[in-house]
Every structure is written in structure tokens, then in C-alpha cells.
């Protein structure tokens, strides 16, 4: 079977929600009236465009860092080129190429001015091999070796072009890893060694001393907190510093809702957030209307709808790469009957005469369902051990 996005054959199922002027109208703060809740727009059966914060999770497009553009196979993982580009000035961002959702081969990132900022191979979804990455200009910065052994770095420039790390040893001393922190330490042998510090940023310079940690050939051995609330405080485990930069692709996600509001008037904050509720009663209605279907087709499918003032669902629409009229028409009549109980928010967050737009992916294989943005809140709660004690999220 082909490779899909989770441990068995799914129906993958996305929502994500802002507040509309009226039931049928797009968001104000889009100039592209084509783009849902203001996040994504579909270009086509297997091609659609997300816009994405700086650690590529959904985001209006009024606040996005950057869209991607891509195609995506019919378990709606991306699949092939794709480019990535800064919503600021259009520039490309960064290119790559995907093979059921995750990176393979030659991946490049650029700065906004078009300079070449990071260039190395992705295998399964991790950094493989070389990696060069650049001061704006072209300036090279540093090489770093990600060996089956882990990462080595080979060689580091400092801003001024002097170069602090040689042949894997020297000193390191930089603020690029994207973690708002400025790490420095000695280098032996590609690794960490001896005493590091790291240090908070304060106006957009290296400020507050924020933790020392020492390390032995690569191997971390303690830190000591200098934060406010643990001063002198010891770990073992967790380190913080690194010469690394953070790789923001393990952690994409374009499947959970954004409830940023862009300190944007036009568009509220989400008071819909809690709609997890929903789930469970649509995947027990979809499974019973569905379990007689004689064929089902593979593939993904948008479904889109309203929650009105008075809790309503309505103004449903479907966007899909299915030819199964009839398959979709029985998803859109479970949205229709849905009890509305289970739509209950919140009504002093909205906001009068404003309606609530609302989609989900839907991809259907084998009569087998999930919903990835509820398996991705379910297993949070799980990591604070919240999901043990509440059976009714447990379906």
C-alpha cells in the first residue's frame, strides 16, 4: 500500500475558522476572494496554496510570512517541486521537492533579496549530508556535515568574514539557529566541547545570559539556568545550546487552524476554537451512512461551511478531487444533520451580524476515517496526560 500520512488508511479531515461579514461572502482582509478563511486556496485537483508563519503553520494571509505552492497526491501530502515565497515582495523563499509529504533531494532557501541563504540535501525528511548556509551577499557562514554519526560543523565565518572554525575546530558564536538566542562555545572535532553559553536577545542584540552548559565530545553533560524564575538551577537533559539552525519543516503543519487574528480589526479572533467536539459525531455518522458503500473512491476532498450566530451549519460547499458525486453528497448531508449541540461556542466572542467560514479536508480510503488536525489535538493532550481522564475525547 502506498505510504500515507498515518499508521492506517485514513479520511483526513482539516478545519480551520475565521469570521466572514456575511454567510456567503469571503473575508474582507483577502484581496484574493478565492482563498477559504484566508489561509488556502485551491489551484486545481492536486495543486493548492497555503500561507504559512515563520515556522510554516497555517496562517492568514494578512499576517503570513510566506505561501507555498504545491501539488499534493491523494492522500493530501505534498508531492513533487515545490516553491515557498515571502508574501513581503513575492521573492522565492526557498525549493524543494516532495514525495509523499516529505522533503527528498536538493533543497535551497533564499533571503528576500534573492541571495542564496542555506543550500543541502533532504532524505525522508531529514538533513542529509553537506549543508552550506550564507550571510546575505553570498557570504558563506558555515558548513555542516549531518553524518549518520549526527551533525559535525566543519567551518564557521563570523559576519566579518573572519573564519572561527576550521577543519571542525575553533570556536562558534552566532545568533542564526532561529531559536532568538545567541549561542557560543568551543568546537572540537565537528562537536560541542567544553563550557557554551547562551544568551537572550534584547532588542535585537545578545543580552541576557540565559543559561552556561558544558558539553564533552558532542555529549551533553549539565547546564545551569540563569532564567529569573531557576537562577543557579541544574539539568541534565534539554540542552539549549547549538550551532545548528532549527529545522522549522519537522514541525509543519498545514492541517491545524490558525486563530491569529493579525491585530486586524477586520478579522476577528476565532472564537470557534474548540470545535473538536464536532468530530467524534461526524466520523460515528459517516461510518455508520457509509459501511454498505459498495465502492469508494480514493482521494481527498474541502468541505466548507458556515456556523451562524444562532449555531447553525449551513451554506455547506465541497471542493474535491473525487469524481464521486454521489460519496459527496452523502458528506455534505452528515455536515447538514449534524446536531447543533455540538456546535456550542461561545456567542459574546462574536461579533454581531458576522458568521463563522469553516473547512476540513476530507481524504477517503477503505471505509477508514481520521480527522489529522483531531489526532494532532488528541495527542497533545495526551503529552500532559489530559486525554486518560476525559473519555468523551477518546473516540
Known sequence: MRKTLFTQAVLIICLFSTSVISSSAQSGTDKDTSLIAGQVKFLGKDSVKFYLT???SLAPASCATYYMI????????????????????????GKGSYHDGNLYGLYYSFYPDGDIKSEGVYFDNLRAGEWEYFY??????KVINFSKEGPLLEEFYNEDGKQMVKDGNGKFESNDTGSHSYSSGNIRDGLMDGRWT????????????GSIEFYSKGKFMKGISNSV?????????????????KDTFLRMDYYTESDLNCENKDMPFNSFSRRNELFPDFIKDLTTELKDYEQMDTGWACVKFYISNDNRIKDINIYSALNDTT??????????????????????????GMDQINFFYVLIENKH???????????RLRQIGFLNNNKALTH
Open 136 to 141: 546575505d551577499k553570498g557570504k558563506m557562514k
Open 327 to 352: 460519496l459527496l453528497k452523502k458528506i455534505k448531508d452528515i455536515m447538514t444533520e449534524l446536531p447543533q449541540k455540538d456546535t456550542d461556542f461561545d456567542p459574546h466572542t462574536m461579533i454581531k
Open 229 to 245: 524564575a531557576s537562577n543557579g538551577k541544574e539539568y541534565t537533559t534539554n540542552p539549549l545550546c547549538t550551532f545548528i539552525d
Open 369 to 379: 476515517f481520521v480527522i489529522p488536525e483531531y489526532v494532532i489535538y488528541k495527542a
Open 70 to 93: 504545491a501539488k499534493v497526491n491523494r492522500y493530501f501530502q505534498l508531492e513533487g517541486p515545490v516553491k515557498y515565497y515571502y508574501t513581503s515582495n513575492n521573492s522565492i523563499a
Open 198 to 209: 547562551l544568551r537572550y536577545f534584547f532588542n535585537y542584540k545578545p543580552h541576557e545570559l
Open 54 to 56: 515563520d515556522n510554516y
